[in-house]
């Protein structure tokens, strides 16, 4: 029964010993509407809407060479010099001012 | 052997990847999503000791050789399709028990983090109590879940934010969210619903020349200056990165030292610092006063070294592969 005590203990979780992030690209499977002011937490009233990341086309991971590599030259990609994702001020059509995630693709992690 | 524990689409770790590389050092780069598809796990305890190796269909790790883990955003395990809920559950704890369990037991391993210790310490309300004993200055906080407790707290400082206690980032809305810090007005204190929700971090609101992340890396600090470029960034530089601008400076020695203590006593090696450069107050104190906010024990780096042109990375490199001297 070694760590089901510690599963789903709210301080110290199995989880917490070996932290494992969302993969980068990916949404949650699930994805609910804000639910109405009241019980909603009051530290969620001021959120920025950041659009969904998408994947790289441009380069893709190479399992042999262990980094990203170009997808045209099959060279490792060098790095580039930008900040957490670049605002994309308009896109085509009518979604209006968006994030593109890039180079840094993850928040900091913070539990 | 250095084992580099990302996900496959970080080119922070595709960086010090090829650091490793181009010194000759030998590495293995494993997310541990690839587990149990992509990845096997083969160890055997024997005579006190665990021997075996991890193995990807490209690489082999010998788990005796491993001298360094770098822990820098593995994401968790995908599991085969087709299990129930409860499989999915038990196959997730049974990995995290055999994959984590035997990595933690590899003797004279230098993690930079070691996981444990790392999620220990992303609890902001110890890292306050540990950095002031280390003799870093921390704004005053309060957390709570009573709204009497948050009027109070904000009658009784010059301003006051709010930002949360663990990560900033949600998924609602078939949509990334994030959330910045956030300067209270008196319209957010008239309508404190929603505080009793769940526990609320606030603190009190520190003026700034400038604000400045300090990465440590074993015995290096590398500090950079966060300069403000507009109203919004001013508050949160996160939120308008492009009105920033950076600049490599040097914190006093006290602060230097405080940092050291703080990592020592929370058994970290690898910490990105956010502190405050405080503006003078009315009374003429608190100018270039330094100020903790918070310590990431994964907090990104990148950015610093394409801004600022510190050597983050170089360092990264040269603390792996000189592993641990234990």
Redesign the interface.
Known sequence: M???RF?DDPLAS????????????A??ER????SA?????????????????A??TCYR?C??R???VDVVTGQ??A???????T?VSQKDGDEGPSKDYD????????? | MIL?LA??????A??V??GLVERGEP???VD??WFPQRLTLDAEFRDGAWRGCLR????EVDLAAIRSVWVR?????RLPEGLTAVEADYSR?EA??GL?GVL?ALPGVLWVNR??L???A??KPLQYSVAARAGLTVPPTLVTNSALAVGRFAASVAGVV???L???????????????T?LVTDA?LAD????H??A??LQEWAPKVAECRAVVVGDDIFCVAIHAGSEQSYVDY??D??STTYEEIELPEQVLKGMRTFMAELGLIYG?FDLVIGAPREDGSGENHVMFLEC?????Y??L???AGVGITDSLVGLLACGSSS
Do not use: C
């Open positions: 070694a760590g089901v599963v199995v989880s917490e010993q070996f932290p494992l992030g969302a993969p980068g690209f949404a949650p994805s609910d509407a804000a002011p009241g019980i909603r937490p009051w530290g969620l009233r001021w959120l920025t809407g950041m659009g969904m990341p994947a790289p991971y399992p042999i262990q980094v990203s490792p990609v790095p580039v010099a930008k900040v957490a994702w605002t180079w840094e693709v993850q928040p900091d992690y913070t539990g | 580099v996900q496959e689409s970080d080119r922070t595709d960086g990847m090829l590495v293995v780069r541990l999503s990807t269909e490209h690489h955003s593995p994401t968790s395990f704890r995290k028990l984590g933690f996981p444990d790392a999620a220990r992303v609890y709010q930002k949360p663990g990560t900033n980032l949600i998924f609602e809305d078939d949509q990334y969210k994030m959330g910045y956030h957010d404190l619903r929603g505080v929700t769940t609320h971090h996160r939120s990165f492009e990105a990431n024990p994964g907090g990104q990148q950015f070294e394409a801004t």
